[in-house]
């Protein structure tokens, strides 16, 4: 009796082991058919945007929105060097996030998939209304609407950074526009910054003399309208944000200061000069230091943006109450 009881025992729990063998493969089976599909959907992407991508100045260009953002980066010059880093980041917050990936929650999503269908018109009128930039919007937003319809919102949550980010590749040669008045702006608040710090200066439309003769006379050009380091500013502080900073609000708070922060490290770079000048003259000024004084830009920037990004983090409530405890302990 015993015997048979024990028999059937281990029936029971070889039919328990290989129902879960069963569901583990069907599993992986569901898995891997899901890889092969996102690959080939990842395949097809490429095709389409490589291939069937722009219709502005194909002679030129080609057909392809990704050669065309390649070709607009060179164009741009160094006003978008930066541009080729950006998948590089996004790439490296994947790997960073890939644990919480792969543990995430997968099931498909109706919403991703109106996303995906969403995306694709977007793609189809940038094309016929021969804006590329559009049609490179539309494979950002493709990027990541596919993982939101094969793997749910968990996912796609996780993913929204790296693929939004991937929108700085997007060569934004439009702000051009932006130059003239920036130009005014920076060479007006040098001006009045010198005349703080006790050198005479007047500013002439974008052009800043020495009114004490013989110090500095000098152009604040395009190129140092500061709408250089305003870009690559602003996808800098974005990772900063993201990386540093605990809640949505003060992620934003962080990123939106890249602007001032951009335009207050260029007023720094023209004051600099202006003093380069009146210290060692005019030609060092223009020359030597008008190469490298870029540099100038970035540091003071990044330094405001490191600075007020700790500042974002302090518990203004919480140190206030050790320093009231302090002083009561003291006392």
Not at 82 to 100: D, F, M, T, Y
Not at 179 to 189: E, K
Not at 228 to 246: E, G, N, P, W
């Amino acid at each position: 009796m015993l015997q048979v009881e024990g028999e059937k025992g281990m029936e029971s729990v070889e039919t328990r082991i290989w129902s879960e063998r069963w569901r583990l493969a069907a599993l992986s089976q569901a898995e891997l058919i899901k890889i092969g599909l996102a690959s080939a959907v990842i395949g097809l992407l490429f095709f389409v945007f490589n291939f069937q991508g722009n219709t502005l100045e194909t002679h030129v260009f080609g057909r392809s929105s990704l050669w065309w953002m390649w070709k607009v980066w060179e164009y741009m010059g160094g006003d978008f060097s930066h541009g080729p880093l950006i998948p590089c980041v996004s790439a490296i917050v994947l790997w960073i996030k890939r644990n919480e990936l792969i543990a995430a929650p997968k099931s498909t999503s109706s919403i991703g998939l109106a996303l995906v269908i969403t995306a694709l018109l977007m793609h189809w009128v940038g094309l016929r209304a021969q804006q590329t930039r559009l049609s490179l919007m539309a494979l950002g937003l493709l990027i990541w609407a596919v993982p939101f319809y094969l793997y749910g919102w968990r996912v796609a949550k996780l993913l929204i950074f790296p693929c939004a980010y991937l929108l700085f590749c997007i060569p934004m040669n439009f702000l051009d526009s932006l130059t003239f008045p920036l130009r005014m702006f920076a060479a007006t608040s040098s001006t009045l910054i010198l005349n703080g710090l006790g050198i005479e200066a007047e500013q002439v439309g974008s052009a800043i003399y020495s009114t004490a003769g013989g110090g500095f006379n000098f152009d604040v050009a395009d190129p140092c309208s500061g709408i250089r380091s305003l870009l690559a500013m602003t996808a800098l502080t974005a990772v900063y944000a993201y990386f540093t900073q605990k809640t949505l609000l003060k992620k934003w708070i962080l990123f939106l200061s890249s602007i001032p922060l951009a335009i207050i490290g260029n007023m720094a770079r023209i004051v600099t000069i202006a003093l380069v000048a009146e210290a060692f003259g005019e030609k060092i000024a223009l020359t030597l230091y008008h190469d490298y004084s870029g540099y100038v830009v970035f540091a003071v920037a990044i330094g405001f943006m490191v600075a007020l990004g700790s500042l974002m983090n302090i518990n203004f409530r919480e140190e206030w109450r050790a320093w009231k405890l302090a002083n009561l302990n003291h006392t």
